[in-house]
């Protein structure tokens, strides 16, 4: 089936105010930079956006945070974003905070299909305000659900028109399984290959979890704090 579509605006065409978002990548390295910017084009409102982090205050989820757009924040590090953080003191933003590896299999869980986990990670603290806690080895842990989206939008670096997908290193964290964990996902792409030029064994993401795929252009690709040395 050929899962292809022209663009960033058609592939986000439903996606309208209010909508659950997982926005794959890490820090800056992988996101979904042509769908975030149809996003802000279109202007839907009230959203809830789930991702490692926040962006940058000019750059990815930031965009979305300047225009408004976002009514909730679920992400595990948001410290690179002062409108992000102007938002969350003044009351602007509904934010849950979520350590990174609990975020990170809320995920697994969701695409994998099991509703809940128990995990030590957050025990003692206000991540365990109202959850259920149970003992096991002698040690207390926290009942944590799958996290679910209407919609998963990722990049990727290879895709074929029937949606499987191909990631490079770091872009790899979050993305696979967000991109099984959507009830719609939304695929861009650096290169789109037909059927049969990928090896099977390279696929990170079998075709039958996407559902739209597209080829992106003029990635940045931005670095989120460059550090350099001196040579001598």
């Known amino acids: 089936m050929n899962k292809t579509v022209a663009d960033a605006d058609q592939a986000i065409r439903d996606i309208g105010d209010g909508a659950v978002l ?17 996003l802000v084009k279109k202007g839907v409102k009230e959203l809830t956006c789930i991702s490692n982090n926040a962006g940058v205050d000019d750059f990815g989820l930031g965009r979305l945070l300047h225009a408004r757009q976002i009514k909730k924040m679920i992400s595990s ?3 690179e974003n002062e409108e992000f953080e102007r938002q969350l003191l003044n009351a602007e933003l509904e934010v849950e905070l979520i350590p990174q590896g609990t975020l990170a299999t809320r995920l697994q869980m969701a695409a994998m299909g099991i509703p809940a986990f128990f995990t030590p990670a957050g025990y003692g603290t206000e991540v365990a305000a109202g959850k259920e806690t149970r ?7 926290l009942m944590e659900y799958a996290l679910h989206a209407d919609f998963a939008l990722v990049k990727a670096w290879k895709g074929d028109r029937y949606g499987n997908l191909v990631f490079r290193k770091t872009t790899r964290n979050f993305s696979t399984s967000m991109a099984k964990a959507g009830k719609i996902t939304i695929a861009e792409v650096e290169q789109l290959v037909e059927p049969g030029d990928i090896d099977p064994d390279q696929v990170h993401v079998a075709g039958i979890y996407v ?22």
């Not at 990635?219 to 350099?228: G, H, M, P």
Request: aromatic content about 10%.
């Open 211 to 232: 559902h739209r795929i597209f080829l992106g252009s003029q990635y940045e690709k931005r670095i989120e704090r460059k550090t350099v040395r001196m040579v001598k």
């Open 77 to 79: 590090y948001v410290g």
């Open 135 to 141: 003992v096991f080895d002698g040690k207390p842990h």
């Open 22 to 38: 997982m926005l794959g990548g890490f820090g800056l390295c992988g996101i979904p930079e042509n769908s975030i910017s149809a």
